[in-house]
């Protein structure tokens, strides 16, 4: 793997322009089920959602296309193709086919939805669904078009709640909405005319919004007849942004910042691993602990082939004096309270309280095997994700408990590894998980450093109560794994600028809020890749790869982070010192618009920048001490640092 992969030589890094050709601007984001998540114009990122829903009697909806985690659902490579099916609580069942095209005159939809018989009659005959409705369902945000009005009706858009909530119903061919301002105008349009209806809503979970209700069939849906649907989404304006004003104090250091690494769980040969290593500067890592694998093989003269990739890319790492975390995510049946009753990768399974001991040897050994063989032994030690159990599960007590016993272990043996504290799933409030190890000296005592994972974002008070936690344990914070969407694996729906957008405020706000030593990326493999592999092994990198290695490379690893400030909420800041050297990044998750920068030492400056269009484009800027003025495109990243 990495330097010594046999395909090394194949692998070839296109030319930016090849690499950022024949992409053209995205205009909208879909989930993983192919349902609308938000539609782009002018760098301004609207969040209009839309999917196909079924209103059983009742009033009870549902939606056609479901989205959560391990929902069957079918994407096309990674075309804006989709097709999938949905079972339903009263045993109905539906199957839906969803195509997107985006061009100059909007953001297409071709679709369909079909009934499916659950409980065929005889002869072929099946019962039809007990339906209210089938309809495309279109939420628009509020906000952005309250105190607007309707077109070609003229008819208003209601800023307070009108008396039927219902305030449009009209059977059209198109129709839009234009804000009460005259700068935005979404228009929509349908293969023919259909019955719509525009509502005013505001539901306790989503909030409030303009609900658009296009009417596909009323009453009872007959199976196995599809209901198809033509729409065109066209999303037109202009934005009024203001100046970004930007501050950054080289002199006032906040807190340590080691790097950002990458996640390395890697399930199966690819070159993606020796090209992260190659092309990014990681500065942390971590690797998965193959139990499975090792309980298997250990006795054998030669390990299997996942076994050696991984140590290999542990030696690798080690050479690199790059630090590393070893994660334990399964285990062998044997060893769970419940052996062979449950899928692999359930939930909160326990370690059966008898096999602990032979627990204890599968991983010492395993590191005595590392070390002995490769030279390497890892920094830190964790269960995945322990609070939510994936797939190993302890409570705060229990978490308390197997840091004491794997630590004293380790201890007694000569390791220099010591235990991670948390690695939580999530950071919403999940610092509370560690509070009874982190009251415990014992379990203290082996403790190295402590941890959350940053999937489904959270609040700068949840953030900072991991970053409180740290502080007052006196150890190094690291973000194990930094992600947005848990589930955009499926379908890769991580796949596109918007998403990397998404991933590159993440990580300023970890930086102002969490205060990390450390951030890990979910991960530097095929899993999330920043990369697509072509033909012949060929590595073409994404826009999210270009605005990872301006993180990665362009933040000189251990360093400060340093005060830095901005006055615009989608302009976001961070900036890090070391010695002489200055990076500021600055995030622009919006329109184009200028930002005058303070506080950057007079001289000349390397100014690097990504675009959809473009990835790490290089200028230089010249400044006398006082404050500069930047250009800020539209959805990008510049990051200023010093030459």
Same mark, same amino acid.
Do not use: C
């Given at each position: 793997m990495g330097g010594t992969h046999p395909m090394k030589t194949l692998l070839v890094l296109l030319p930016l322009a090849l @690499?950022?050709? !024949?992409?053209? &601007?995205?205009?909208?984001?879909?989930?993983?089920?192919?349902?609308?998540?938000?539609?782009?114009?002018?760098?301004?990122?609207?969040?209009?959602?839309?999917?196909?829903?079924?209103?059983?009697?009742?009033?009870?909806? &549902?939606?056609?296309?479901?989205?959560?985690?391990?929902?069957?659902?079918?994407?096309?490579?990674?075309?804006?193709? $989709?097709?999938?099916?949905?079972?339903?609580?009263?045993?109905?069942?539906?199957?839906?086919? +969803? &195509? $997107?095209?985006?061009?100059?005159?909007? +953001?297409?939809?071709?679709?369909?939805?079909?009934?499916?018989?659950?409980f065929p009659g005889p002869k072929g005959f099946s019962f039809p669904l007990d339906t209210e409705s089938v309809d495309y369902v279109i939420d628009v945000p509020r906000a952005s078009f309250s105190g607007g009005h309707l077109e070609p009706s003229g008819q208003e858009i209601p800023a307070a709640k009108p008396a039927d909530p219902t305030f449009f119903s009209a059977t059209v061919d198109h129709f839009a909405l234009v804000d009460a301002a005259g700068d935005w105008r979404l228009a929509l349009s349908f293969d023919r005319a259909r019955e719509v209806t525009v509502t005013d809503v505001w539901e306790p979970a989503a909030g409030r919004f303009y609900r658009i209700d296009i009417r596909l069939r009323s009453g009872t849906w007959k199976t196995d007849e599809p209901l198809n649907l033509g729409l065109t989404l066209r999303l037109t304006g202009t934005a009024h942004p203001a100046d970004a004003v930007l501050s950054v104090n080289p002199a006032a250091p906040l807190y340590s910042f080691d790097g950002f690494g990458g996640d390395y769980r890697v399930t199966r040969e690819t070159p993606i691993v020796g090209y992260s290593l190659d092309n990014l500067r990681v500065s942390w890592a971590r690797i998965d602990f193959n139990a499975v694998e090792w309980d298997r093989e250990r006795t054998a003269q030669d390990p299997g082939p996942r076994l050696q990739r991984t140590f290999r890319l542990m030696r690798r790492v080690q050479d690199a004096g790059i630090p590393w975390i070893l994660s334990l995510w399964m285990l062998p049946e044997r060893f769970y309270t419940d052996p062979n009753q449950r899928p692999p990768g359930t939930f909160g399974r326990r370690i059966a309280p008898e096999r602990w001991p032979e627990f204890l040897d599968l991983l010492t050994g395993y590191l005595a095997y590392v070390k002995k063989n490769y030279g390497a032994e890892p920094d830190l030690f964790s269960f995945n994700e322990p609070d939510l159990g994936v797939s190993i599960g302890f409570t705060a007590e229990t978490h308390r408990d197997e840091i004491r016993r794997i630590g004293a272990r380790l201890a007694s043996l000569g390791f220099k590894t010591r235990m991670l504290l948390g690695d939580t799933a999530n950071p919403r409030d999940s610092h509370k998980f560690v509070l009874a190890a982190a009251a415990d000296p014992e379990a203290m005592r082996y403790v190295g450093a402590v941890s959350f994972h940053s999937w489904g974002n959270g609040t700068p008070e949840q953030y900072g109560a991991w970053g409180d936690v740290a502080e007052w344990l006196g150890l190094p914070l690291i973000v194990a794994e930094a992600g947005v969407d848990p589930g955009a694996y499926e379908n890769s729906a991580y796949d596109s600028f918007a998403y990397g957008l998404k991933e590159a405020r993440q990580y300023q706000e970890l930086l102002r809020f969490a205060r990390p030593q450390a951030v890990i990326y979910w991960q530097f493999t095929d899993d999330y890749a920043l990369v697509r592999v072509g033909p012949g092994g060929v590595i073409e990198?994404?826009?999210?790869?270009?605005?990872?290695?301006?993180?990665?490379?362009?933040?000189?690893?251990?360093?400060?982070?340093? @005060?830095?400030?901005?006055?615009?909420?989608?302009?976001?800041?961070? &900036?890090?010192?070391? !010695?002489?050297?200055? @990076?500021?990044? +600055?995030?622009?998750?919006?329109?184009?618009?200028?930002a005058v920068l303070s506080g950057l030492p007079a001289g000349r400056w390397r100014v690097v920048t990504t675009t959809e269009a473009s990835g790490f484009q290089e200028s230089t800027a010249a400044t006398d001490g006082t404050a500069k003025r930047f250009h800020l495109p539209a959805r990008s990243l510049t990051t200023v640092v010093s030459p």
């Open positions: @690499a950022t050709a !024949g992409f053209a &601007a995205e205009q909208a984001t879909y989930n993983t089920s192919g349902g609308l998540t938000s539609l782009i114009a002018g760098g301004v990122e609207i969040p209009v959602r839309g999917e196909f829903q079924v209103t059983f009697t009742g009033g009870v909806r &549902a939606t056609l296309q479901p989205h959560q985690q391990r929902a069957k659902t079918t994407r096309t490579g990674l075309e804006l193709r $989709w097709k999938g099916g949905s079972p339903f609580q009263n045993g109905d069942q539906s199957e839906f086919a +969803v &195509a $997107w095209t985006e061009s100059d005159t909007g +953001v297409s939809l071709d679709g369909s939805v079909t009934a499916v018989p659950a990198p994404t826009g999210r790869f270009w605005l990872m290695k301006q993180f990665v490379n362009l933040s000189p690893t251990r360093s400060k982070v340093v @005060a830095s400030a901005s006055d615009q909420p989608d302009v976001l800041v961070s &900036a890090f010192a070391r !010695g002489d050297t200055l @990076a500021v990044h +600055v995030l622009n998750a919006g329109p184009e618009r200028d």
